[in-house]
């Protein structure tokens, strides 16, 4: 019989709603239900695509009699993750705090009150390489809460005094300057991973955020190692297990240094930031294979995450059927010597061997492995190898398929947004903005209400219960930002200003410092607030980006000083931790360089006015925001107030740019016009 879960939206909790556990949703009825039986709460939080979530799911919230025993004892609460990233963020703080690391599934038992008192991640079904079992673990908790309460309340009250005291403030840093962004470089250069690319060692993450800085670095100063570092990461990402050699998209990780095995689930946020950051390298160097990436990953996207609503899913899982009823890691993706031979034929399959790096003893598990681009001597036959990407794509299509999250999360959609419209902008796909346009309709009709506040996510064209956080208004805005700059439409603008002025608001305290939840939002242990940004730029430095753009688009003094506040985090931490900072160190380069505004003043169909629209959308500066339409803002383009008093110069379309309140004579003339983009 399905428990509570079976009303949820969110398809990690329906993929629990058969379980034995009586699972509650978070709601203040289960914390009612734990006061009423006089019991605590076992809060389980995971996501869709977690493997080792499907791991203990099956291990032990299955099983009919750890399910039992945890039902007569707790009052067991399960959480996503994705929607409820408040939730997850402040109960995963306190298991940092207690036990130095963190990760999911995260367990954490509560108080009636919600106060944590024990902590954990994942629990095997028996004791294992000194992990208790879940039972044990179970057993030992209800043992202390029935004979050892106050103890229980003591450690409970101590925890919840010693987060609240951790309330993050700027501390006066300022904004950071030339010696800050030139102390994160140099940390940088010292993580950096000179033979395979990347930072640091294993796991080894895509640091989408670190190149974007590297790239803008680059733009605004001529640094020839920034570049090389973001050039170099790039094309060894590119070559490597990580990259779906067939089917383009990113794998969440590697598992090792070399980026040869990844962990097989494909996380939107990633690809979106991904995609962005290869088109961005191409803009900066022309390398083909960035644009080829770019387009890859666009187009992956489009084809594998895009729901019928036009929006975009969360993921796809790691896990599918390996076609023996067993769910296996990475099923979808790998290949042995002889399923090759099975497709290709003996020749075909000796030389994609060669070309993808698949040997006898494989590269992943069970002889298996994973399709690569290693560094071959001699050319490749490029048609011959497209035929066989063609052939094995194939072939893959009739493979059991990997389970897609297909929730709607409003932060996610606003990154697919800015990197589908760039993308589509440079590369002549217009199919690309049309994607982004039909993702921010849906937000905007879906997911916006009349005072501008978002709902985190939907599903099914159902938007959910759960309010959005300080990352979606900030993502969203940026999204919306990017495709004004590409369409010319100047609503978007005017969207991304309602949902600023909301950042404003709701969302900003005293010092320049952010929350990741409204002053209204539902009161948890402690007020969430987070400035690092980790697999996507954190609420905190993504405000501060779209605050900066908004402003040197319209004038706006307020957004302007809001965006230069919250930098001060950027002056603080960003020399000390530059990998967890790579989107605010992005932004500080920004500000560093204006950021500049350009004005493209001419008719849409005009064949003169689109290429000062195209030249200023290439232009490298960073940061720069671009405003396209009729001169004086006519015609629909009321909005864009960079467009107010730019006529045509001598009846041709022009194009000004201007910083620092200074302005440069307008050209008519898209070369003239990337040249002093480019410095």
């Known amino acids: ?46 996501y869709s695509s977690c493997h080792w979530c499907h791991v203990m799911a099956h291990e032990s919230f299955e099983d009919e009699t750890t399910a039992a025993y945890l039902n ?36 954490v038992f509560l108080t009636p009150g919600a106060e944590p008192f024990y902590f954990g991640t994942y629990f095997p079904p028996a004791p294992r390489h000194g992990m208790p079992s879940f039972g044990q673990v179970l057993q030992g908790v209800a043992v202390a809460w029935a004979e050892r309460r106050e103890e229980v309340d003591e450690v409970a009250g101590n925890i919840v005094r010693e987060l609240a005291g951790r309330s993050l403030v700027p501390g006066g840093a300022g904004v950071p300057g030339e010696p800050e962004l030139a102390q994160a470089l140099l940390g940088l250069t010292r993580d950096y991973d000179e033979r395979y690319g990347g930072f640091g060692g294993a796991p080894k993450f895509p640091p989408s955020m670190v190149v974007e800085f590297l790239l803008r670095h680059h733009a605004r100063t001529g640094a020839e190692g920034a570049l090389q570092m973001a050039a170099d990461t790039c ?11 067939l089917g383009g998209g990113f794998a969440r990780y590697s598992v090792d240094r070399e980026w040869v095995v990844p962990h097989f689930e494909k996380m939107l946020y990633d690809n979106a930031l991904l995609c962005r950051v290869y088109a961005h390298l ?16 666009a187009d992956f996207m489009v084809r594998e995450l895009r729901t019928a609503e036009g929006g975009f899913a969360s993921a796809l899982d790691a896990d599918s059927d390996d076609g023996t009823g067993r769910h296996v890691e990475g099923a979808y993706y790998v290949w042995t010597p002889a399923q090759l031979r099975e497709v290709l034929g003996e020749e075909d399959a000796a030389y994609a061997a060669r070309h993808f790096g698949v040997t006898e003893e494989g590269t992943f598990e069970e002889g298996a492995s994973v399709l690569q681009l290693p560094q071959h001597a001699g050319v490749a036959d490029a048609g011959r190898v497209e035929r066989i990407r063609e052939r094995l794509l194939a072939a893959r299509e009739e493979r059991p398929r990997p389970g897609r999250d297909d929730k709607i999360v409003a932060a996610w959609n606003g990154l697919a947004i800015a990197a589908l419209a760039e993308t589509g902008a440079y590369f002549d796909r217009p199919d690309l ?51 004004a700059g590409v ?58 980006g779209a605050l900066l753009a908004y402003a040197a688009h319209t004038g706006s003094e307020a957004h302007r000083t809001a965006a230069e506040g919250a930098l001060g985090v950027v002056a603080a931490l960003g020399p000390r931790a530059p990998r967890f900072k790579g989107w605010g160190l992005a932004v500080a380069e920004a500000l560093l360089d204006g950021p500049r505004e350009v004005a493209v003043a001419g008719r849409p169909d005009d064949p003169a006015a689109r290429a000062l629209h195209r030249a200023a959308l290439l232009g490298t500066a960073p940061g720069a925001v671009v405003a ?10 009321e909005e864009f107030p960079l467009l107010r008093d730019r006529p045509l110069v001598d009846g041709r379309p022009a194009a000004y740019v201007c910083r620092h309140f200074t302005c440069d004579a307008p050209t008519t003339d898209a070369d003239e016009l990337a040249r002093t983009l480019a410095n």
């Open 282 to 297: 191409w803009r900066a160097t022309g390398s083909d294979l960035a644009r080829r990436v770019a387009l890859e990953t």
């Open 487 to 544: 369409t010319g439409e100047g609503a978007w603008l005017e969207f991304a200003g309602f949902l600023l002025d909301l950042v404003l608001d709701r969302f900003t305290g005293e010092g320049g410092a952010l929350y990741d939840t409204a002053h209204d939002a539902e009161r948890l242990i402690r007020r969430p607030q987070d400035p690092t940004d980790n697999a996507a730029p954190s609420g905190w430095t993504a405000a501060a």
């Open 72 to 107: 007569e004892h707790f009052v067991p609460v399960k959480v996503d993750r994705e929607e409820r990233p408040d939730v997850d963020a402040v109960y995963m703080e306190a298991v940092q705090a207690a036990t130095g690391h963190g990760g999911w599934p995260m367990t």
């Open 1 to 46: 019989m399905p428990n509570r879960l079976a009303h949820e939206t969110s398809p990690y909790l329906l993929q629990h709603a058969d379980n034995p556990v009586d699972w509650w949703p978070w709601s203040g009825e289960a914390f009612e239900e734990a006061r009423r039986r006089g019991v605590p709460v076992l809060l389980s939080v995971g």
């Open 433 to 483: 903005v049309e994607r982004a346009t039909e993702a921010a309709d849906l937000l905007v009709r879906l997911h916006m209400d009349s005072g501008a506040r978002l709902t985190r996510t939907s599903r099914d064209g159902r938007a959910g219960a759960n309010a959005g956080v300080l990352e979606d208004y900030a993502d969203v805005a940026e999204g919306f930002l990017a495709l």
């Open 235 to 245: 094309e060894a990402m590119a070559r490597g297990g990580i990259y779906d050699q």
């Open 628 to 637: 396209f339409g009729e001169p004086g803002g006519g015609a629909g383009n």
